[in-house]
Structures are given as C-alpha cells and as structure tokens.
C-alpha cells in the first residue's frame, strides 16, 4: 500500500483500509427507501475483512477513505474497471448518510478528477446514477459530467413500499411490470479536455 495522500481543502482521500471499514459501522443511514442500498450493512468483523478484500483485491479497481477536517472518516470511493489502454474506469462514490449535504461530495471530486486526469494522466470518467438520486445527478452536472444514455434497470429491492412518499415524488423514474420494479438510469461520462476547460 502506498503513502498515497490527496488533498482538499477540508478532505484527505487516501487508500482504503480495512480499519476505514470497520469505522463505517457507525455511520448514519438513509431514511430514504430508495437510497437504502447506500446504507452500510450490518456486518460481523470477518465480513468485514471480507467486504474489505473483494472491493480491493483486483488489479482494476482502487478504492479510498475520505477524511474531513476532523480526521473523520465521511465516505469512500472506487475507480473501478480502470483501462490502462483507453486511460478510463467508473466511478463509485458514497458519503456516511450524516455527513451528506455539506458540500463534501464536491470537494472530494474536485480534489479527485484533479488528481485523476493529472497525475493519473487518465482521460475519461464514466458513472451511472438512478434519474431518482437527484442530489448525486446534481452533484455530477456541476462538476462537468454529460449524460451519454438513458434506461432502465431493474431496482435493488423488488418489495418497495409503492405508497412510500420517497417513491412517490420520484414515481415518473420508475416501471412497474408485473411483480418487478425497473428504475431509469443516467450514464454519465467527463474527459480529461472537458474537466480542464470548465475550469479555465
Ligand atoms: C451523492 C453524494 C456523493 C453527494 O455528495 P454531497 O456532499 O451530499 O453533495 P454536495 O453537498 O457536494 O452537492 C450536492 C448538490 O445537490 C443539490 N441537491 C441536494 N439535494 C437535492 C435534491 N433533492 N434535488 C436536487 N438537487 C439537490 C445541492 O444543493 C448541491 O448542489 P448545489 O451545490 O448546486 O447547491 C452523497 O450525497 C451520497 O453519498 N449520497 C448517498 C450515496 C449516493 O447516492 N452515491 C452516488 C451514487 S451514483
């Protein structure tokens, strides 16, 4: 593991480690049903050291722990699938639900992407969000990202509660056939050029 250290203003992104996981057994979690999925699961100390070692142990994806001032550890975040060829991989980041709304998501991508398309010398980010997720598809707009496609997968949890009031705000991304649940999703993609010239 390297020394690797990258800095924000309030944020330090550093390799993950399996102690950062164990720490995210204290986060808070989402009210919200449809973001249920972004909760961290309750999981024992060898499930942990489990959960640790599939995210980390291919050669394609890397992941990091995301500090804020307080040397709290807010979220992480994978590169994942990264192309050494085509210099391109998809991005995957989640925030300790206590911790979201407080302009740390765009902190820590500012930070990131400078790093990424720099000293990474990458060319392209790719992302996929749920058309419901609107802070996160907000998020990525003003940080630069385009959406390149639209449609439907199928939604994590097929026993949502459909008299929900999350769900229904969020209803026009959603089909339902039969018994299962489809949800729409944006892919997104931000090139190298792009993030630069935004930010002329
Ligand atoms: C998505 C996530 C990473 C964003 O990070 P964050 O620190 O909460 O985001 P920021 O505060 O930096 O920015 C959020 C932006 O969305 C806006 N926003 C918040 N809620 C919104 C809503 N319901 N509708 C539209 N915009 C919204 C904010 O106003 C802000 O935009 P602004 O700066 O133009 O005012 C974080 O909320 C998170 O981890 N969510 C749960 C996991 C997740 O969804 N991961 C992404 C999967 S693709």
Same mark, same amino acid.
């Given at each position: 593991?390297?020394?690797?250290? #990258?800095?924000?203003?309030?944020?330090?992104? $550093? /390799?993950?480690?399996?102690?950062?996981?164990?720490?995210?057994?204290?986060?808070?979690?989402?009210?919200? /049903?449809?973001? &249920?999925?972004?909760?961290?699961?309750?999981?024992?100390?060898?499930?942990?050291?489990?959960?640790?070692?599939? =995210?980390?142990?291919?050669?394609?994806?890397?992941?990091?722990?995301?500090?804020? &001032?307080?040397?709290?550890?807010?979220?992480?975040?994978?590169? =994942?699938?990264?192309?050494?060829?085509?210099?391109?991989?998809?991005?995957?980041?989640?925030?300790? /639900?206590? +911790?979201?709304?407080?302009?740390?998501?765009?902190?820590?991508? &500012?930070?990131?992407?400078?790093?990424?398309?720099?000293?990474?010398?990458? $060319? =392209?980010?790719?992302?996929?969000?749920?058309?419901?997720?609107?802070?996160?598809?907000?998020?990525?707009?003003?940080?630069?990202? *385009?959406?390149?496609?639209?449609?439907?997968?199928?939604?994590?949890?097929?026993?949502?509660?459909?008299?929900? /009031?999350?769900?229904?705000? &969020?209803?026009?991304?959603?089909?339902?056939?039969?018994? *299962?649940?489809?949800?729409? #999703?944006?892919?997104?993609?931000?090139?190298?050029? $792009?993030?630069? =010239?935004? $930010? +002329?």
């Amino acid at each position: 593991m390297t020394d690797l250290e #990258i800095k924000g203003k309030r944020i330090t992104i $550093r /390799p993950l480690k399996v102690d950062d996981v164990y720490l995210m057994r204290k986060w808070g979690f989402h009210e919200n /049903p449809l973001l &249920e999925d972004y909760n961290f699961p309750k999981l024992s100390d060898k499930d942990i050291k489990m959960w640790y070692r599939v =995210k980390t142990n291919r050669f394609v994806n890397k992941y990091y722990g995301i500090r804020n &001032e307080s040397d709290e550890l807010i979220g992480y975040m994978g590169i =994942k699938n990264i192309k050494r060829i085509t210099k391109e991989s998809t991005l995957g980041l989640v925030l300790d /639900p206590n +911790q979201v709304d407080k302009g740390y998501g765009t902190e820590i991508l &500012e930070t990131f992407l400078q790093y990424y398309f720099s000293k990474m010398k990458m $060319r =392209k980010m790719i992302l996929e969000v749920a058309e419901f997720n609107k802070r996160a598809y907000r998020l990525y707009e003003k940080i630069g990202f *385009k959406p390149i496609g639209y449609y439907l997968d199928e939604f994590f949890d097929s026993g949502l509660d459909l008299t929900n /009031p999350y769900y229904i705000i &969020e209803k026009s991304s959603f089909v339902i056939k039969g018994e *299962k649940i489809y949800n729409y #999703i944006y892919k997104m993609t931000l090139d190298r050029k $792009r993030f630069f =010239k935004l $930010r +002329q």
